[in-house]
């Protein structure tokens, strides 16, 4: 099976402007997760979609959002950028049941993303 | 409030010698303990996981970890240490946040050097 792929690999933005980012799952995963990786904050959970629904959030402003499409694709938005938003941004999938059982995720290449 | 603590930022090892990382997490019921890598550039690699059953975990690439719920603890373990495990290692749990997610907290990371 292919793996998780994420594009585009690398995008430079300019303050102000939005960006979107899009994440193709494992094949029959239907749980997309996505991350923010900083320097300075690490690894931190930005959301997770599951059969198109947003189904637990992380501590990140309005500016970003999310969705996920019948395919299980997702894409994820940041509007009004601003410099400390320059990250690598790490989605990944998961073969989750939908049950409340924790499933293990498999990550893609991630999107670096510099706003200048 | 779960967490995850990876109290050494950096360590250097000698090739050929052992390798101990250590992770201590917070968690009130049993987590699910992951291990991942990633090298400079690229995405999560999951070494291994322990979800329950035996604590001894073994993983890809000669790591192993075992769980201890009396010093919460999940240390990565490698006997032999090559110059190709220079990377950064990531440990997380994962858990169920209140209902149903693939959610993973993240430690801040310990990057490995080896010494020839």
């Known amino acids: 099976k292919a793996g998780v792929t994420q594009t585009p690999r690398y995008l430079i933005k300019t303050r102000g402007q939005q960006v979107t980012l899009s994440c193709s799952p494992i094949?029959?995963?239907?749980?997309v997760s996505w991350y923010q990786q900083t320097p300075g904050q690490g690894l931190q959970f930005l959301f997770e979609?599951?059969?198109?629904?947003?189904?637990n959030k992380g501590n990140f402003p309005g500016r970003f959002s999310g969705r996920q499409f019948s395919n299980s694709r997702s894409e994820m938005n940041v509007s009004t950028l601003e410099l400390g938003d320059s990250a690598l941004y790490l989605c990944?999938?998961?073969?989750?049941?939908?049950?409340?059982?924790?499933?293990?995720?498999?990550f893609g290449p991630g999107t670096r993303l510099t706003v200048l | 409030a779960q967490s995850v603590t990876q109290p050494d930022i950096h360590i250097t090892v000698s090739e050929g010698a052992s390798l101990e990382l250590r992770c201590n997490y917070s968690?009130?019921?049993?987590?699910?303990l992951f291990w991942y890598v990633q090298s400079p550039g690229q995405g999560l690699q999951l070494l291994l996981k322990?979800?329950?059953?035996?604590?001894l975990v073994q993983g890809i690439k000669g790591f192993e970890a075992e769980f201890k719920r009396s010093q919460s603890s999940f240390n990565l373990r490698k006997p032999s240490v090559h110059w190709s495990d220079a990377a950064e290692y990531f440990c997380?749990?994962?858990?169920?946040?209140?209902?149903?997610?693939?959610?993973?907290?993240f430690g801040t990371g310990t990057l490995l050097a080896v010494q020839p």
């Open positions: 094949s029959g995963h239907r749980s």
């Open positions: 997380a749990v994962g858990g169920n946040y209140g209902g149903a997610t693939n959610k993973l907290i």
């Open positions: 990944a999938s998961s073969p989750t049941s939908g049950r409340a059982l924790y499933n293990e995720q498999f």
């Open positions: 322990y979800f329950s059953g035996d604590t």
């Open positions: 979609y599951f059969s198109e629904t947003q189904r």
């Open positions: 968690y009130g019921a049993t987590p699910y």
